[in-house]
Nanobody, 115 residues
Framework: QVQLVESGGGLVQAGGSLRLSCAASGRAFSSYSMGWFRQAPGKEREQVAAISWGGDIIVYADSVKGRFAISRDNAKNTMYLQMNSLKPEDTAVYYC????????WGQGTQVTVSS
C-alpha cells in the first residue's frame, strides 16, 4: 500500500504563492498518473490537477488553470503543486493521490488564503 504525505500548506494573502509537496512511499508511484485534490469546508473533494506517470500529459480544473502547475519527480517519489495568484476560494485542505483516488488518503495540507 502506498503511503502519501502532503506538506507545504500555510496561510497566505490573496495573490501570494505556495508550493505543495507530496511524498509517496513504495515503487508504485512512478507507474501511476497522479492528481492533486482539494476539499473546502462543506464541499466535496475535487481534483484540481493531474499528471501522467511520465509527466507528459497534464490537466487542470478550469478554476486553477493558468495559476497552478503540477509536476513530479519519479526518482524522488515526489509530486509538486506550484500555486500562484492564490485566491480566497482556493482555501481548502489539499491532498494527493493517484488520479483515480484509489489509495488511502493522507492527512492533507491546509491552505488558507486571506483576502
Amino acid at each position: 500500500q502506498v503511503q502519501l504525505v502532503e506538506s507545504g500548506g500555510g496561510l497566505v494573502q490573496a495573490g501570494g504563492s505556495l508550493r505543495l509537496s507530496c511524498a509517496a512511499s513504495g515503487r508504485a508511484f512512478s507507474s501511476y498518473s497522479m492528481g492533486w485534490f482539494r476539499q473546502a469546508p462543506g464541499k466535496e473533494r475535487e481534483q484540481v490537477a493531474a499528471i501522467s506517470w511520465g509527466g507528459d500529459i497534464i490537466v487542470y480544473a478550469d478554476s486553477v488553470k493558468g495559476r497552478f502547475a503540477i509536476s513530479r519527480d519519479n526518482a524522488k517519489n515526489t509530486m509538486y503543486l506550484q500555486m500562484n495568484s492564490l485566491k480566497p476560494e482556493d482555501t481548502a485542505v489539499y491532498y494527493c493521490n493517484n488520479k483515480a483516488g484509489s489509495w488511502t488518503w493522507g492527512q492533507g495540507t491546509q491552505v488558507t488564503v486571506s483576502s
